[in-house]
């Protein structure tokens, strides 16, 4: 089609001089692949010999999450809006569709764009599945339960969501892009997964992302008063990353089983605690005389989140292996990290 963009070749082609020794394995379109989640999952990708097409806007996600990986044969790098419908030259084999901005007020901060990235990204992903015979995987939310009414949440639970809020935009944007999943393997018979990822942390989180793993941890490591909105007692269940790219990609490569497999499967550690409690756990870690100070709680803010992962254990043999207090270590190293290249940067 005219409007389309068709992007440069990203990989050299087989027999070609410097092609001849790229990795065997598939080649994976990560859309959102310099955001957090896409850029651990990236690493794991290449390390098994796979060939990663990043594809993103940037406007969450940081070069530093990929600087490693732009000098590897096997990464290309494409600067592109989603919603803007794009082709790549060359086979495809994966999808993973990570792009849209996951941190609540980064979401707010555009909701149409927001709107438009989750379905009208999604369609232009699904798009190019179809062309070249891809199997896609969809982030999903536990945003889809809203305030849930019932815990643990299982997939069958339809959820409490307002369609009219602040959260709506990401909330109502990533329920309808379930149904055109839905209906493009219906349908279309588009290969589809659809991940409901729970809460996720560690390490490659942006430290302005502005959601409350990485708000409390950079907090307690510059000594300012960690925000707990609302009395803190509303819930979280908190999935270590590596964890949940073990379980993004062992549905993306699980077999069929019909129907199930292309239903939505929760992805999250059931482990449940209260925002009081994440506080005190980060204070403890870091060794942080930090304060807490109180704010009010946002609009439709969710008062508890656990998943039930029966589905995801039955189907894919997967379940997290890190608690939050193992997690948080490397986690907390990472920011520490960050916040002392920022302020060797600023002191230059
Ligand atoms: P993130 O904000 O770090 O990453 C999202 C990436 O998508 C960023 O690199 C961003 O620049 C890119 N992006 C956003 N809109 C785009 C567009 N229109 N075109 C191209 N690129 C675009 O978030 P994350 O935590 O890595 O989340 C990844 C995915 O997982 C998101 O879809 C999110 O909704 C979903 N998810 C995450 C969590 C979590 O706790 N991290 C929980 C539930 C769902
Ligand atoms: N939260 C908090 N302090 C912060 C950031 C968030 O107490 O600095 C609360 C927020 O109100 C919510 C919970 O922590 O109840 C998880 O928020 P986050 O933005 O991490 O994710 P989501 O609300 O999307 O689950």
Redesign the pocket.
Known sequence: MSDKRALEAPFPRKGAASGDDLPTGRTVLIAGGAGFIGSNLSRRLLARGDRVICVDNLETGRTENIAGLLTNPSFAFILHDIIEAFTVHGPVDRIYNLACP???PKYQRNPLHTLETSFIGALNLLDIAEKKGARILQSST??VYGDPDISPQAEDYRGLVNTVGPRACYDEGKRVTETLFYEAHHSSDIDVRIARIF?TYGPRMDPED????S??VVQALRGEP?????E?T?T?SFCYVDDMVDGLMALMEADEVEPTIFDPVNLGNPGEFT?LELAELVLELTGSASTLSF?P??QD??LQ?RPDISRAKALLDWEPKVSLYKGLAPTIAYFREEIAQRQQELGR
């Open positions: 996951a941190s609540p536990s945003e809460n502005g959601r409350v793993v708000n409390f960690l925000t707990v909105y609302g803190g509303q979280r925002m704010h709680l946002p803010d969710p989140r």
